[in-house]
């Protein structure tokens, strides 16, 4: 509560400006309406196009490239929570009903964030996919689950090649919820070669989840 305030009187004596051109903005996001509408991927994949055989599909909603790279990395790595308020402000901008129509969701569709190592969680102070997307699910009146456990540690996947990252998530989620006919909406910050999301789709399709779909806050090329 304390940080918020404090957060709210920054925003009042300090406010934000777009992280790419700099013009004062209003909405508390990262960037202003016309950078914003650069960066816009808002593309569908299927799962194969990345070799990621257990995802039915997936969802990136802007370039991992320029300021929305910047304000990622301020997040990660120099543990920046003022990032963290701004991404989940430009996630919300995205509506369910445009993913619903797509893939054929109800609303019955559960939205599971991907866990992060518990050290760098602690480390941060925060849980990156949790802080982007748990807003974004209430705002669309969607079912928020955390049946996804991390049951192994694992190296950043930052800087991996593409083997490298498979292997090194292999193992990593248990499922700790009954998910069988299920349609999940798996969620994280970034999709690069897709290796944690796939092994994440591959431990609820074993226990049962008939469909799983991902939502990435940002991608880029493999």
Not at 41 to 55: N, P, S, V
Request: hydrophobic share 40%; glycine share 6%.
């Amino acid at each position: 509560m304390i940080q918020e305030l404090l957060y709210l009187i920054g925003e009042i004596f300090y406010p934000s400006r777009c992280l790419k051109c700099k013009k004062e903005i209003t909405d508390r996001g990262v960037l202003c309406p016309v950078c914003r509408f650069m960066l816009h991927e808002r593309r569908f994949f299927r799962g194969l196009d990345y070799e990621c055989k257990f995802l039915d599909g997936f969802f990136i909603y802007y370039r991992y490239e320029g300021s929305m790279r910047e304000a990622l990395l301020q997040a990660k790595f120099f543990h920046r929570k003022s990032f963290v308020k701004k991404l989940a402000v430009e996630m919300e901008n995205l509506s369910f009903s445009d993913l619903a129509g797509v893939w054929n969701l109800s609303e019955d569709t559960w939205v599971v964030p991907i866990p992060t190592d518990k050290n760098r969680a602690k480390a941060r102070g925060f849980d990156l996919p949790q802080e982007v997307f748990h807003s974004w699910t209430t705002k669309e009146k969607l079912k928020w689950k955390l049946c996804l456990k991390r049951i192994k540690g694992s190296e950043p996947q930052f800087g991996l090649n593409q083997q490298a990252r498979k292997k090194n998530v292999i193992g990593c989620w248990q499922v700790c919820e009954a998910v069988v006919g299920r349609h999940i909406l798996l969620v994280d910050d970034i999709f690069t070669t897709g290796a944690t999301m796939n092994e994440a789709a591959r431990c609820l399709k074993e226990a049962g989840a008939a469909k799983v779909y991902a939502v990435a806050l940002s991608g880029g090329k493999k």
